[in-house]
């Protein structure tokens, strides 16, 4: 029997709404953040990628440090809906951690689920997602349909406190998983801990994905990870350049006292009301 298969019309949410989805449910997907001319100058990119099949199947080919494998893919980092969306959420300055491109093509076998989140490193993911918040924006650039590796998800995982969610542990498959699909140039967000994967490709096409992940300027990594190289920055659009400012960056604060100067009376980021921002659906372009 198929997973349930997520029918919502992201589209139609505000942006407290979007907020709400992504911080309880632990994913989001933000629709039509491409068009058509954009995705091909993106696969026109991709293609150029001397990709490496996967341990685990030759059916996933992957590119990792896609930062500045083209124009297109480092203009990307600072795509304005998304940069929006991310700055309304983290109410900070955004630091982009790592990006790179995925290709699923018929045959592969799905993902286990896992979490990105590695709280003290990892041979896979080194210190990069020991960060204490991130969230990973995946664009598609293929339709995700039921046969073609759409996207899978445990909702509200990562908020349980049991063993079970050790974001070391991977699981096959989980019977509260649901199957979310989308057309191209959709974007899914997702935050580091909760348990996602894909599912095989069955279809007859391949399904082309860049994901960057990204994190407020306070949440810097539990370990040292290295930092982009000065001609590889000067390069970049302007644009992008803010989005690239150190990855170790981090506000620490491990002398505060009980009392400590300053403390401000309120704080709209943790505001329970933070779900209730946002109008008609009409507008959620621009609220974004």
């Given at each position: ?6 029918d ?5 949410l505000?942006?407290?709404e979007?907020?709400q989805?992504?911080?309880v ?19 026109a ?5 001397p ?5 685990y ?21 600072a ?6 969306f991310?700055?309304?959420?983290f109410?900070?300055?955004?630091v982009m951690?790592?990006?790179g491109y ?29 960060c ?9 650039l293929d339709?995700?349909?039921?046969e ?11 908020l349980?406190l049991?063993a079970d ?7 096959e498959?989980h ?6 699909t ?8 997702l935050?580091?801990n909760?348990f ?18 990204y994190?407020?300027?306070w ?27 150190g ?5 620490w ?15 709209p ?8 921002r946002g109008?008609?659906?009409s ?6």
């Amino acid at each position: 029997m198929r997973d349930r298969q997520i029918d919502t019309d992201w589209s139609a949410l505000s942006v407290g709404e979007r907020i709400q989805h992504l911080e309880v449910e632990g994913y989001l997907v933000l629709p039509d953040l491409l068009d058509g001319a954009h995705i091909a100058r993106l696969k026109a990119e991709t293609s150029q990628l001397p990709t490496v099949a996967v341990d685990y199947s030759v059916h996933q080919q992957v590119y990792p440090n896609a930062q500045f494998a083209g124009p297109a893919i480092t203009e990307l980092i600072a795509h304005p809906p998304a940069i929006e969306f991310l700055s309304r959420l983290f109410g900070d300055e955004i630091v982009m951690m790592d990006c790179g491109y995925a290709r699923s093509e018929p045959g592969h076998p799905g993902i286990s689920l896992h979490c990105d989140g590695q709280p003290w490193g990892s041979e896979i993911f080194g210190f990069e997602h020991s960060c204490p918040k991130l969230v990973r924006v995946l664009y598609y650039l293929d339709d995700l349909t039921p046969e073609v590796s759409p996207f899978r998800v445990v909702p509200r995982s990562h908020l349980s406190l049991h063993a079970d969610a050790n974001p070391y542990l991977r699981y096959e498959e989980h019977p509260g998983q649901v199957m979310v699909t989308c057309q191209a140039g959709s974007a899914v967000l997702l935050q580091q801990n909760v348990f996602h994967g894909n599912y095989p490709n069955t279809g007859d096409y391949a399904r082309e994905m860049i994901a960057i992940a990204y994190r407020p300027a306070w949440a810097g990594p539990a370990g040292e990870v290295s930092e982009w190289e000065e001609g590889e920055l000067e390069r970049v659009p302007g644009a992008v350049r803010p989005m690239l400012i150190g990855r170790n960056r981090r506000v620490w604060l491990p002398e505060g006292g009980n009392k400590p100067a300053g403390m401000k009376h309120e704080a709209p980021g943790i505001d329970p009301s933070r779900w209730e921002r946002g109008g008609a659906a009409s507008e959620v372009d621009e609220r974004i």
